[in-house]
Protein backbone atom coordinates (compact mmCIF):
# COMPACT_ATOMS: atom_id res chain seq x y z
CA UNK A 1 0.00 0.00 0.00
CA UNK A 2 1.31 2.83 -1.08
CA UNK A 3 -0.27 5.34 0.81
CA UNK A 4 1.18 7.09 3.39
CA UNK A 5 -1.98 6.40 5.98
CA UNK A 6 -3.88 3.48 5.42
CA UNK A 7 -7.01 5.00 6.76
CA UNK A 8 -9.90 2.17 8.64
CA UNK A 9 -13.20 3.28 9.33
CA UNK A 10 -14.61 0.71 11.97
CA UNK A 11 -18.68 0.16 11.47
CA UNK A 12 -21.50 -0.13 14.43
CA UNK A 13 -24.99 0.56 13.84
CA UNK A 14 -25.02 2.89 16.71
CA UNK A 15 -21.91 4.33 16.64
CA UNK A 16 -21.80 4.46 20.63
CA UNK A 17 -19.89 1.39 21.69
CA UNK A 18 -17.58 -1.16 20.05
CA UNK A 19 -17.10 0.89 16.82
CA UNK A 20 -15.34 3.98 19.04
CA UNK A 21 -13.66 1.45 21.29
CA UNK A 22 -11.94 0.08 17.75
CA UNK A 23 -11.24 3.73 16.55
CA UNK A 24 -9.68 4.97 19.91
CA UNK A 25 -7.78 1.30 20.03
CA UNK A 26 -6.36 1.05 16.75
CA UNK A 27 -5.52 5.01 16.81
CA UNK A 28 -3.69 4.51 20.45
CA UNK A 29 -1.71 1.84 19.44
CA UNK A 30 -0.74 3.34 15.69
CA UNK A 31 0.34 5.94 17.27
CA UNK A 32 2.18 3.70 20.09
CA UNK A 33 4.02 1.59 17.32
CA UNK A 34 4.78 4.36 14.77
CA UNK A 35 2.56 2.25 12.17
CA UNK A 36 0.40 4.58 9.34
CA UNK A 37 -2.71 3.99 10.48
CA UNK A 38 -4.98 6.66 11.10
CA UNK A 39 -9.25 5.00 12.50
CA UNK A 40 -12.01 6.45 12.04
CA UNK A 41 -15.85 4.70 13.16
CA UNK A 42 -18.91 5.74 12.28
CA UNK A 43 -22.55 3.92 12.12
CA UNK A 44 -25.83 3.64 10.07
CA UNK A 45 -27.98 4.91 12.63
CA UNK A 46 -25.55 6.80 15.31
CA UNK A 47 -26.97 7.75 18.54
CA UNK A 48 -25.26 11.11 18.98
CA UNK A 49 -23.68 10.20 21.99
CA UNK A 50 -20.68 7.59 23.02
CA UNK A 51 -21.55 5.17 25.97
CA UNK A 52 -19.91 6.58 29.23
CA UNK A 53 -18.74 2.84 29.82
CA UNK A 54 -16.81 2.78 26.43
CA UNK A 55 -15.62 6.00 27.39
CA UNK A 56 -14.43 4.80 31.25
CA UNK A 57 -12.82 1.66 29.93
CA UNK A 58 -10.99 3.54 27.73
CA UNK A 59 -10.13 6.24 30.35
CA UNK A 60 -9.17 3.56 32.91
CA UNK A 61 -6.60 2.06 30.09
CA UNK A 62 -4.96 5.24 29.53
CA UNK A 63 -6.39 5.66 25.91
CA UNK A 64 -7.23 8.96 24.88
CA UNK A 65 -10.62 9.03 23.19
CA UNK A 66 -11.28 13.12 22.94
CA UNK A 67 -11.31 12.70 19.17
CA UNK A 68 -14.19 10.23 19.04
CA UNK A 69 -17.95 11.22 18.49
CA UNK A 70 -20.96 9.23 17.39
CA UNK A 71 -21.65 9.99 13.70
CA UNK A 72 -23.44 8.60 10.27
CA UNK A 73 -21.20 6.53 7.86
CA UNK A 74 -22.65 8.85 5.14
CA UNK A 75 -19.68 11.35 6.42
CA UNK A 76 -17.39 8.74 4.41
CA UNK A 77 -19.52 8.06 1.34
CA UNK A 78 -18.57 11.73 0.28
CA UNK A 79 -15.76 12.82 -2.56
CA UNK A 80 -14.25 14.40 0.19
CA UNK A 81 -13.85 11.61 2.60
CA UNK A 82 -10.80 10.30 3.36
CA UNK A 83 -9.56 7.44 0.78
CA UNK A 84 -10.12 4.07 3.00
CA UNK A 85 -7.89 1.12 2.61
CA UNK A 86 -9.99 -1.19 5.14
CA UNK A 87 -13.65 -1.07 6.68
CA UNK A 88 -14.59 -3.07 9.45
CA UNK A 89 -17.85 -4.18 10.91
CA UNK A 90 -18.24 -4.93 14.91
CA UNK A 91 -21.66 -5.71 15.30
CA UNK A 92 -23.77 -8.39 13.50
CA UNK A 93 -26.74 -6.02 12.84
CA UNK A 94 -24.18 -3.60 10.86
CA UNK A 95 -22.07 -6.57 9.15
CA UNK A 96 -26.14 -7.30 7.46
CA UNK A 97 -27.04 -3.48 6.63
CA UNK A 98 -26.17 -2.45 2.76
CA UNK A 99 -23.36 -0.04 3.26
CA UNK A 100 -22.73 3.04 1.18
CA UNK A 101 -20.24 2.37 -1.24
CA UNK A 102 -17.01 3.97 0.30
CA UNK A 103 -13.84 5.00 -2.04
CA UNK A 104 -10.10 3.39 -1.25
CA UNK A 105 -7.07 4.57 -2.11
CA UNK A 106 -5.66 4.01 -5.86
CA UNK A 107 -9.50 3.52 -7.02
CA UNK A 108 -9.91 0.11 -5.50
CA UNK A 109 -12.60 -0.36 -2.79
CA UNK A 110 -11.59 -0.86 0.37
CA UNK A 111 -10.80 -4.68 1.85
CA UNK A 112 -13.70 -5.17 4.22
CA UNK A 113 -13.93 -7.88 6.75
CA UNK A 114 -16.51 -8.32 9.89
CA UNK A 115 -15.03 -9.08 13.67
CA UNK A 116 -17.93 -9.09 15.99
CA UNK A 117 -18.37 -8.77 19.52
CA UNK A 118 -21.42 -9.22 21.79
CA UNK A 119 -22.68 -5.73 22.65
CA UNK A 120 -21.80 -4.97 26.55
CA UNK A 121 -24.41 -2.33 26.71
CA UNK A 122 -26.43 -5.60 26.77
CA UNK A 123 -24.23 -7.41 29.53
CA UNK A 124 -26.08 -8.63 32.73
CA UNK A 125 -25.11 -7.64 36.37
CA UNK A 126 -26.04 -3.69 36.27
CA UNK A 127 -23.46 -1.33 36.02
CA UNK A 128 -20.55 -3.83 37.14
CA UNK A 129 -21.50 -6.21 34.78
CA UNK A 130 -21.35 -3.61 32.06
CA UNK A 131 -17.82 -2.22 32.89
CA UNK A 132 -16.38 -5.48 33.28
CA UNK A 133 -18.31 -6.46 29.48
CA UNK A 134 -16.88 -3.28 28.42
CA UNK A 135 -13.09 -3.79 29.47
CA UNK A 136 -13.34 -7.07 27.70
CA UNK A 137 -14.33 -6.14 24.66
CA UNK A 138 -11.92 -3.42 25.07
CA UNK A 139 -9.43 -5.88 25.61
CA UNK A 140 -10.33 -8.14 22.24
CA UNK A 141 -10.83 -5.14 19.79
CA UNK A 142 -7.35 -4.30 21.24
CA UNK A 143 -5.51 -7.78 20.62
CA UNK A 144 -7.13 -7.48 17.23
CA UNK A 145 -6.09 -4.07 17.00
CA UNK A 146 -2.24 -5.18 17.52
CA UNK A 147 -2.48 -7.69 14.94
CA UNK A 148 -3.96 -5.96 12.17
CA UNK A 149 -0.71 -3.34 13.44
CA UNK A 150 1.65 -6.09 13.71
CA UNK A 151 1.19 -7.13 9.62
CA UNK A 152 3.62 -5.35 6.69
CA UNK A 153 1.58 -2.94 5.63
CA UNK A 154 3.18 -1.13 3.24
CA UNK A 155 3.71 -4.50 1.17
CA UNK A 156 0.26 -5.63 1.08
CA UNK A 157 -2.04 -5.91 -1.99
CA UNK A 158 -5.59 -5.85 -1.66
CA UNK A 159 -6.07 -9.46 -1.72
CA UNK A 160 -3.28 -10.14 0.78
CA UNK A 161 -5.07 -7.67 3.06
CA UNK A 162 -8.35 -9.00 2.79
CA UNK A 163 -7.03 -12.46 3.78
CA UNK A 164 -5.01 -11.26 6.72
CA UNK A 165 -7.73 -9.44 7.74
CA UNK A 166 -10.44 -12.45 7.70
CA UNK A 167 -7.86 -14.23 9.69
CA UNK A 168 -7.23 -12.03 12.07
CA UNK A 169 -11.09 -11.91 12.61
CA UNK A 170 -11.15 -16.05 13.51
CA UNK A 171 -8.83 -15.85 15.94
Not at 73 to 82: G, R, S
Request: proline letters at 8%.
Amino acid sequence: MSERFLNVLVLCTHNSARSVLAEAMLNHWARKLGRPVEAFSAGSAPSGQINPFALEALQRAGIDARGCRSKSWDEFATPDAPPLSIVITVCDSAAAEPCPVFTGGRGEPPARVHWGYPDPSNAEGGDDGRRRAFELTRQAIGYRALQLLALPLEQMDRRALQAALAEIGRS
